[in-house]
Every structure is written in structure tokens, then in C-alpha cells.
Antibody
Framework: EVQLVESGGGLVQPGGSLRLSCAASGFNFNNYWMSWVRQAPGKGLEWVANIKEDGSQKYYVDSVRGRFSISRDNSKNSLDMHMKNLRVEDTAVYYC?????????WGQGTMVTVSS | EVVLTQSPATLSLSPGERATLSCRASQSVSSYVAWYQQKPGQAPRLLIYDASSRATGIPARFSGSGSGTDFTLTISSLETEDIAVYYCQQRIKWPPTFGQGTKVEIK
């Protein structure tokens, strides 16, 4: 079964850091670009970042560039996102997503709450 | 960035009725539009990619059409399990962007 499972969410104070992880299974992980997409409470979807199959290219939405860092370990079928200098507006469910043209496989999401 | 505007914001229909959801792009995105369904408390699910291709396992009552700036998702005969928010998304212009969503509810 093709599956993505996120972990690492939680409550963090403004200015703090957090690391999200995503474990992939059921497909050849190193053949796909991977993305993080987030959804603030009661709001729509926002693409955050993505990474090429071999990790050589990474892209970020303007609002997180310089604060978030996406990475992957193809030997462990895992995707990470290191988040620093977190802001209240980063509060959201973060989804790990496989790219096959469209975003075809989504994890269940992990909640990140930035609050004092 | 490309702005996707979805209409209507909410669609209230009876079971068996036809649902027509619209997505308009602020500039041409060719046919690189996808549609997603998100049920309450769940992750989004891919329905349609490249404007009109159904994703694996998606029922035939879901169809997509359009190109350029105007796109449509049609549910030919609404079922109660189709209650959800539907999002369009474009991938041809960086960054990938989503519409704000259309909520489909049962009348």
C-alpha cells in the first residue's frame, strides 16, 4: 500500500523550531519529487516547499524561505522539514505529498501550533 | 503568482442532482489543473489531473474539463458521500497554487 506518514508536529512558541518527518512506503521514493503542503485551521491549502528526486533542487514559498529547510534521505525513504523562527501564522496542518504531476498521494497530516 | 478563483463558495444540492464547480485562473495555465476533494477531518484526495483525467479509483460521476483560464469539475449525480470541499490547483506556473475551495453540501 502506498503510504505517507508524518510526525513531529506539536506546540511551539513564536521564534521556536520544529522538525517534521515523513515516512514513505509502498513506492519507489527516490523516483518522485516530494512536497509539503499546509492548511491553516479553517482555511485552504498552501504549497510550502518541494524537493527533487535526488535532493539537488529545492524550492520554497516566499513566506518560509530562509526559515524552513526541506531535505530527504532516499536510503530511509524519508522526507524532513526543519522549521525555525516559527511565527503564529505558521500554525497549520502540514501534509507530506507525493508529486506525480499533480499531488497524487497525501499523508494524514501533522498539526503545528505556534503560540505563546 | 497565479490566482485561482473558485465559484460558487458553497453549493447546496439534492442527491442525484448535477454539481458544476468552476475554477478561473488569473492567467493561462494550459491544461495543468488538478482537482482535489477534502472531506471533514481528512487529507485531500486527488480526483482529476491535467484538467480532465480521472485519478485511479475515482468514480466516473466525476469529470473535469477546460483549458487556458476556465475549468470545470462536474459531479454528474450527487451522492451523500460527495459532501466535501473541492479545490482546484495549477502546477504550470511557480509556485503551485490552489483555489480557495467550493463547499458542496446536501440540501
Amino acid at each position: 500500500e502506498v503510504q505517507l506518514v508524518e510526525s513531529g508536529g506539536g506546540l511551539v512558541q513564536p521564534g521556536g523550531s520544529l522538525r517534521l518527518s515523513c515516512a514513505a512506503s509502498g513506492f519507489n521514493f527516490n523516483n518522485y519529487w516530494m512536497s509539503w503542503v499546509r492548511q491553516a485551521p479553517g482555511k485552504g491549502l498552501e504549497w510550502v516547499a518541494n524537493i527533487k528526486e535526488d535532493g539537488s533542487q529545492k524550492y520554497y514559498v516566499d513566506s518560509v524561505r530562509g526559515r524552513f529547510s526541506i531535505s530527504r534521505d532516499n536510503s530511509k525513504n524519508s522526507l524532513d522539514m526543519h522549521m525555525k523562527n516559527l511565527r503564529v501564522e505558521d500554525t497549520a496542518v502540514y501534509y507530506c505529498v507525493r508529486e506525480a504531476g499533480a499531488f497524487d498521494i497525501w499523508g494524514q497530516g501533522t498539526m503545528v501550533t505556534v503560540s505563546s | 503568482e497565479v490566482v485561482l478563483t473558485q465559484s460558487p463558495a458553497t453549493l447546496s444540492l439534492s442527491p442525484g442532482e448535477r454539481a458544476t464547480l468552476s475554477c478561473r485562473a488569473s492567467q493561462s495555465v494550459s491544461s495543468y489543473v488538478a482537482w482535489y476533494q477534502q472531506k471533514p477531518g481528512q487529507a485531500p484526495r486527488l480526483l482529476i489531473y491535467d484538467a480532465s483525467s480521472r485519478a485511479t479509483g475515482i468514480p466516473a460521476r466525476f469529470s473535469g474539463s477546460g483549458s487556458g483560464t476556465d475549468f470545470t469539475l462536474t459531479i454528474s449525480s450527487l451522492e451523500t458521500e460527495d459532501i466535501a470541499v473541492y479545490y482546484c490547483q495549477q502546477r504550470i506556473k511557480w509556485p503551485p497554487t490552489f483555489g480557495q475551495g467550493t463547499k458542496v453540501e446536501i440540501k
